[in-house]
């Protein structure tokens, strides 16, 4: 752990303030929801105080009828088209989302949330109970994926959109698509899930465990009360991402951009030190992530998505998820993510197919893994652009601005 | 053999653009229904069922290719093998399954045949027929396997594994116990056979054959 901290400089106490006051006090509209609207949570309670964060572009037509909702991946956020307001880079999902894009926000009203345990303004760990006034900490009841989507049906109440044109996301966001779809079939008129599952597998919880246990083995965790105390376990977090970012990578990727090559020397060290480039990349990874991310809503994510089985809710046949529903289907997945691999959306066209449901499905071939649905990758925005125009069409909405 | 039907000379709708065969195909087609098309291709023949019969026409294709320009055009295709994947939609989901010169490529006719039969209450098949007479000139002439516009390939590099004639596809129609609801064959120029022409004489001038079929329920 000491070593692998080092040569790094840690997290200024600024850099962390900001991170944190974005968990109550966002740089995004939020909407509350007291007593009267309690929150049912799978693990049995009720959350009477929530609080979501939500980003919105483009504009709702006057029957609000093009409502697109975007769900985000494990530690994305809600701004998924401008700049983050924690490091300053831009949205997550540029690459889809914006004018004369695939998911066009001159065409499209664009609604994303931050999930429901997360850490940028929607009620997560690092939130203040207000039954306490001290962060939630790990007495936040453990959510999951459907009380994630629970809550962003919540929030469309509140916008007054009825009915979703489309919901859209990659990964987890994927999973939250499949949800949607299967809890709301009335409500999405369309829905495009990316490299996801129906369920998680044994070797991403696995994963996800390595991770947890890091933040966990970390002293500062403090046995989860480390806000309360006033400092942030940084080093367990960082090597939670670490280990993490290796799976959303592919091993050409990982080959072509850093190979063997040593970092800023000739010969190796001899050491421990970050002698390749790979090992300074991944440390460079971990510590720009602890910068933005609370290690509680970490656990709590990861957990979510582990519990994900979205059949084992319909008598263990995912069919069942789907039967009756009219939502037409997009689904794609990339030839080298071995983290959800082709063979999870298979199984979800099957399902499809089996429940009678309109499904498109496509393996887009690309060396870049996991992440290939966040970055540039021109089949896929074909791909959702087609998708998404055809089913505009379909909708009745009006064609999309010539340019 | 009344199946055999008289086509009009002129099908219903015509574009320059699209595989005679395709036009057949379409011809067979009520407006309106729901269609799977196995081995869609571009997705030329759903389109053409989209725009001018108004049907929900779903397509299953093994290149991906294929596959990603027809969900770029807003055409509804899964990538998957018709040899694995049919057996994954249930049964009367569909009005007509589709399987048009792709017979030849499948690894399991028979089973593909039944899968079709199973999952749409009406299946139509198209395929080069390996009876023609050019064929069988190519054969008994040259010594070689035919080399034409409707089988380009060469034996060694040929997808197409699974060569019919349209005698031998009657005969399977046979042992699946299937219904032919319609049977055209097709001329080199693309035009359809007299249709009161004996087997042998389809067999020997027909390049290609679009058969209709339904379970004998």
Redo the contacts between chains.
Sequence with gaps: MENLAEPTAPTTEAEDALARREADQPHSPVVRFGPDRPLRLDAGVALDHVQIAYQTYGEPNAARTNAMLVCHALTGDQHAANANPVTGKPGWWETLVGPGKPIDTERFYVICANVLGGCMGTTGPASLNPATGQPYGLDLPVVTIRDMVNAQAMLLDHLGIERLFCVAGGSMGGMQVLQWAASYPERVFAALPIATAARHSAQNIAFHEVGRQAVMADPEWAGGHYLKQGHTPHRGLAVARMAAHITYMSDQALHRKFGRRLQNRALPTFGFDADFQVESYLRHQGESFVQRFDPNSYLYVTRAMDYFDLAADYDGVLANAFRGSKT?F?VASFTSDWLFPTEDS?AI??AL??S?A????????SDKGHDAFLLHEP?LF??A???L???A?AAGLPAARGR | MAVREAVQDEPAVRFSSVRVDLMVIADMVAPRSRVLDVGSGDGALLDLLATTRGCDARGIELSREGVNAGVARGLSVVQGDADVDLAHYPDDAFDYVILSQTLQATRRPRWVMEQMLRIGRRAIVSFPNFGHWRSRFDLLIYGRMPITDNMPYSWYDTPNIHFCTIRDFVALVEVLDARMEKAVALDSSGHPVRFNMPWWVWNLLGEQAVFLLSRND
């Design positions: 037409r997009c298979r066209v099957h197919n089996a009678g309109s499904v498109s499905f496509t393996e887009i071939d089949e074909a791909i652009h087609g998708f125009d055809s089913a069409k």
